[in-house]
Nanobody, 129 residues
Framework: QVQLVESGGGLVEAGGSLRLSCAAS????????MAWFRQAPGKERDFVARVTWSVTWSGRTTNYADSVKGRFTISRDNAKNTLYLQMNMLKPEDTAVYYCAAQEYYTASYRYPSNYGYWGQGTQVTVSS
């Protein structure tokens, strides 16, 4: 089992920055992929970014949704078992609850929430215009 706890959300003006964190506990060595998703009110949960994960391998692969490319950066700290999402140049349309997710296998269908077995509780990000 893996437990995920997000932090770092808040209220920011358009053009500002926030950094989200997601601490993994339990069996983080079993994780192969970690990702961020977001869900705005009345909308589906959408893929934001993902990074491959290994406690023994320093290489990584990252992927981003087109809407956040060039503005958001996903990264990980293996020593701290923590995932990050640095969000710059925030826009009002980035307002959503952001969720951290993890999976124990690699899949080409990483953009779909159904392919992740572990989820955090979510953290609210609100961007004012």
């Amino acid at each position: 089992q893996v437990q995920l706890v997000e932090s770092g959300g808040g209220l920011v003006e358009a053009g500002g920055s926030l950094r989200l964190s997601c601490a993994a506990s339990g069996r983080p060595s079993s994780i192969a992929v970690m990702a961020w998703f977001r869900q705005a009110p009345g909308k589906e949960r959408d893929f934001v970014a993902r990074v491959t994960w290994s406690v023994t391998w320093s290489g990584r692969t990252t992927n981003y949704a087109d809407s956040v490319k060039g503005r958001f950066t996903i990264s990980r700290d293996n020593a701290k078992n923590t995932l990050y999402l640095q969000m710059n140049m925030l826009k009002p349309e980035d307002t959503a609850v952001y969720y951290c997710a993890a999976q124990e296998y690699y899949t080409a269908s990483y953009r779909y929430p159904s392919n992740y077995g572990y989820w955090g509780q979510g953290t609210q990000v609100t961007v004012s215009s």
